[in-house]
């Protein structure tokens, strides 16, 4: 199984809403990150979590809440967002550490930010 | 930090044609080049890859070549056929570092 999973596929939201995004894979893979994409853009790397640990926030907004409560799950929790913040957001996991590990993908969320 | 370069921004080919598409990245310390197929509605996936210590790497209808003096490499997939239609990225990366630095894209069409 080389799936990376991701719930919802698509979410509408308010500024004064709190919602999730959630990824699940179960490769094995230690290493699991969070991308925004914006339309007819290259992904834009969010954060890494290296065996359930934060190891890179690249200097997102505090109203954007990572967890990975195991080393198959991840979150995003959204809060107080701006409809700047829709977007395509992207979960991958690798193997291990470092860019040498293939990042599988998934289908991403579409998030529209009303 | 790393800048990488990506030509042309779309791309139409006719089918059984063949498809370059270039990159070029500024940092001399990245030694690992992956080249990522994105079709509509869905994530990035990895199609091919380069590590520094190879000039050319081939699968099938898919080949990269890297030249490190020049700091460039390329992506070419010969008898294109429909399926091929995406958007394609490069990156690069040094192997001991999470990020990779993407390319802009190109949008490759393949007409029947």
């Known amino acids: 199984d080389t799936e990376v999973t991701q719930t919802p596929k698509h979410l509408v939201m308010g500024m004064t809403n709190k919602k999730s995004l959630k990824c699940e894979q179960h490769?094995?893979?230690?290493?699991m990150y969070w991308y925004k994409q914006k339309a007819k853009k290259p992904p834009e790397l969010m954060f890494v979590y290296s065996y359930e640990k934060l190891s890179i926030n690249e200097s997102v907004p505090s109203r954007f809440s990572p967890e990975c409560p195991n080393s198959s799950l991840l979150n995003l929790h959204l809060h107080a967002l701006q409809p700047e913040d829709s977007a395509l957001y992207l979960c991958?996991?690798?193997?291990?550490?470092?860019?040498?590990?293939?990042?599988?993908f998934g289908p991403g969320t579409r998030l529209t930010v009303t | 930090g790393e800048n990488v370069e990506q030509h042309p921004s779309t791309l139409s080919v006719q089918e059984g044609d063949s498809a370059v598409i270039k990159c070029t990245y500024s940092?001399?310390?990245?030694?690992?080049f992956p080249w990522y197929k994105q079709e509509l509605g869905k994530g990035p996936q990895l199609i091919i890859d380069i590590r520094s210590n190879v000039g050319e790497k081939k699968d099938q209808r898919i080949a990269v070549t890297l030249n490190k003096t020049a700091k460039h490499f390329s992506l070419h997939i010969t008898e294109t056929q429909p399926e091929d239609s995406a958007v394609y990225f490069c990156?690069?990366?040094?192997?001991?570092?999470?990020?990779?630095?993407f390319g802009a894209g190109t949008t490759v069409t393949v007409r029947a």
């Open positions: 990156a690069a990366a040094r192997s001991n570092d999470y990020k990779l630095s």
């Open positions: 490769m094995g893979h230690r290493a």
């Open positions: 940092d001399s310390a990245s030694n690992y």
């Open positions: 991958a996991s690798s193997q291990g550490q470092g860019a040498r590990d293939e990042q599988y």
